[in-house]
């Protein structure tokens, strides 16, 4: 069996947010770097679908390796609240935007993502995760989540 997660990103020029699903059930908001063309360690990661793979570090703790991603190797899916300083070109989930590249309650939002795709994993499903940019605001209401930060 497959199971694929959707996440429908809006690219600005202080970072990229998201809003990703596990079916038609929403998880969590993500934020990453701005789209800088796929440059390693400062940019976005290219729309596409990529298999994640469960994996622990001391650092991270549970979190997601998203392979397959052209030109780029060791993308992650772990917590973090602050794109700027705390991501070199991988995707973090949120439970809440505070402004485009930060959020809070990133450990909490991964934690129920994991939770969601434990059972998978332990089945030995493929897991991937479709990456599609788009207008960010028409699958999610931004309204008091994201304040223009010019």
Request: aromatic share 12%; charged share 25%.
């Amino acid at each position: 069996m497959e199971v694929r997660l959707g996440l429908y990103r809006g690219h600005f020029p202080q970072g990229t947010v998201g809003a990703l699903y596990y079916f038609d059930e929403f998880m969590s908001f993500t934020i990453e770097l701005p789209w800088k063309t796929n440059q390693v360690n400062v940019s976005a990661i290219p729309d596409g679908v990529y298999e994640l793979k469960l994996r622990y570090t001391k650092k991270f703790k549970w979190h997601l390796l998203v392979e397959g991603v052209p030109g780029r190797s060791w993308i992650l899916f772990h917590p973090a609240n602050d794109s700027s300083k705390e991501l070199e070109g991988c995707i973090a989930p949120v439970s809440s935007l505070i402004n485009v590249g930060y959020g809070y309650s990133s450990r909490k939002a991964l934690d129920r993502i994991l939770d969601k795709l434990r059972p998978h994993f332990q089945a030995k499903d493929k897991v991937k995760i479709e990456l599609r940019s788009s207008h960010f605001e028409d699958h999610i209401q931004l309204q008091g989540q994201l304040k223009d930060k010019s």
